[in-house]
């Protein structure tokens, strides 16, 4: 087997286990709950999961999303999030190889799908995913020397900055809260990995999608938005397109 498809097939099996880890985090982080402690149980009949029922995306699988014991149905959401970010995995050492760019791919795509879940679910960003992951985007910038480890620095402090101001500004016109603390915080990691004019772009890209996505169902429903669904979505794109996209824009204006 060549050396590149061993790989991808390597970093797919360990994203599958990041994966049933992020199902943990999901679950726990929003209820203050341990990601350690206890082991993953029922809910139902309250039995630990064995080791051989815990196999990402296999065990569901074979026991047709039910527990063994009680037959109460287990989420849909496990599996698809195991084998979302075992295919984020795979794909960053498919384009980028077994390097360190393809490792700093992997790690923030799968924060920024906990970020997304987590949001969409509870309007909730914990901590552990930006100032966790702001020190793994600061860490994994060391990759390119002390020029990576300030391109993340300044990205870090313009992401925190600017939505700092945004949410600011808006308390002062609306009189009321306009920006949650997560999604400051949320910029703030995504700035390490993206650097100060990806910043700009996850803000763009997320403010277009939130409005094109959401804000019509908002006026209908009157539903809270999860901004962070949308900011995450637009930083993935900024992360894997955003240097094609300041080409074409730099293009575009010396037409």
């Not at 995995?89 to 791919?105: C, F, I, P, R, Y």
Request: glycine share 14%; proline share 4%.
């Amino acid at each position: 087997m060549p050396l590149d498809v061993a790989g991808v097939i390597a970093a797919g099996l360990v994203g599958s286990l990041f994966g049933s880890f992020l199902n943990v985090c999901i679950v726990r982080l929003p209820v203050d709950q341990s990601v350690v402690r206890p082991r993953s149980r029922c809910p139902r009949c309250g039995r630990p999961i064995a080791w051989f029922d815990n196999v990402p995306v296999l065990s569901w699988l074979i026991l047709r999303g039910r527990c063994r014991h009680c037959r109460e149905r287990i989420s849909v959401q496990y599996p698809v999030i195991e084998a979302a970010v075992a295919g984020m995995w795979a794909a960053a050492v498919w384009w980028h190889g077994v390097s360190l760019h393809g490792l700093t791919a992997a790690v923030f795509g799968t924060i920024l799908l906990g970020i997304a879940v987590t949001d969409a679910r509870h309007y909730l960003i914990p901590d552990e995913y930006t100032w966790g992951g702001l020190a793994l985007g600061l860490l994994l910038a060391l990759r390119g020397g002390l020029g990576g480890l300030l391109t993340a620095v300044i990205g870090a402090g313009i992401g925190f900055a600017l939505l700092y101001a945004i949410a600011w500004a808006g308390e002062r016109v609306f009189r009321e809260e306009a920006m949650g603390g997560g999604d400051i915080k949320m910029m703030t990691m995504v700035g390490a990995f993206v650097g100060w004019k990806g910043v700009l772009l996850t803000l763009f890209g997320g403010a277009l999608l939130g409005t094109l996505v959401f804000i019509p169902l908002t006026i209908r429903k009157r539903r809270l938005v999860p901004f962070g669904v949308f900011l995450a979505a637009a930083a993935g794109i900024t992360f894997v397109f955003g240097e094609a996209i300041f080409r074409w824009y730099g293009a575009f204006l010396r037409v």
